[in-house]
């Protein structure tokens, strides 16, 4: 069964950099959630998308942008990085209001 | 959505039932109870949710009580495999985030 695809699945970058992860979320799959996890931390909601249309808001910092186009994958762009943005982040789908599934990760790493 | 308290870590033998209970006191009547692992950096794995039957499916059962304040995710036999952090997330149905809270570490020993 096809699942959640993020790309790239490892990312380098320098401070002040600007990086740009992508989320292809399953097949008919109409919400795409963001996550952050630093390490030794737990998961920490970032946003999410609903039929293209931003859902609900967490943590994310206004350094970040995202968005779901209309082929319902997403990007989570992230300007002036710093030290600390270096984290997992997960990217999830789901159909309407059921369960999420979450794809393997970007580990963003900020030099 | 509600707030969920997990212990922070379990021991259980191999071939052992696994049984992680999470307390979730103010949950409201619309919030579902959802189970998710995370094996070392991977994604997080959906393991079963409910409402306020208890479910059961190929991977565990969910054991919710009465008056729903509390749970307990069931592995049968578990498996070294097993070890993950376990997450207990109460969502209302409504909604379109996932909050996860600090989980059990579940470790299982040969």
């Known amino acids: 069964a096809a699942g959640v695809i993020q790309s790239p699945r490892h990312l380098i970058k320098e401070k002040r950099e600007t990086a740009t992860l992508k989320c292809y979320p399953i097949p008919r799959h109409d919400t795409v959630y963001w996550y952050q996890q630093g390490p030794g931390q737990d998961p920490q909601f970032l946003i999410s998308f609903y039929e293209k249309m931003q859902s609900d808001k967490g943590s994310i910092p206004d350094r970040f942008s995202a968005q779901q186009f209309s082929d319902y994958h997403s990007e989570l762009n992230m300007s002036s990085l710093e030290l600390g943005d270096s984290a997992l982040y997960f990217c999830?789908?789901?159909?309407?209001?059921?369960?999420?599934?979450f794809g393997q990760g970007t580990r963003l790493t900020v030099v | 959505d509600a707030k969920t308290t997990q212990p922070p870590s379990m021991d259980c033998a191999e071939g052992r039932a696994a049984n992680l209970p999470c307390n979730h006191s103010t949950i409201s009547g619309n919030e579902y109870v959802y189970w998710y692992r995370q094996i070392h950096s991977q994604g997080p794995q959906y393991i079963i949710h409910g409402l306020k039957n208890n479910e059961t499916n190929e991977m565990a059962s969910l054991i919710i009580t009465e008056d729903r304040k509390s749970s307990t995710l069931i592995l049968p036999h578990a498996t070294l495999r097993d070890t993950a952090v376990y997450y207990c997330i109460v969502r209302a149905y409504t909604g379109n985030q996932f909050y996860f809270g600090t989980g059990t570490s579940l470790t299982v020993i040969p």
């Open positions: 999830a789908s789901s159909l309407e209001k059921g369960m999420a599934f």
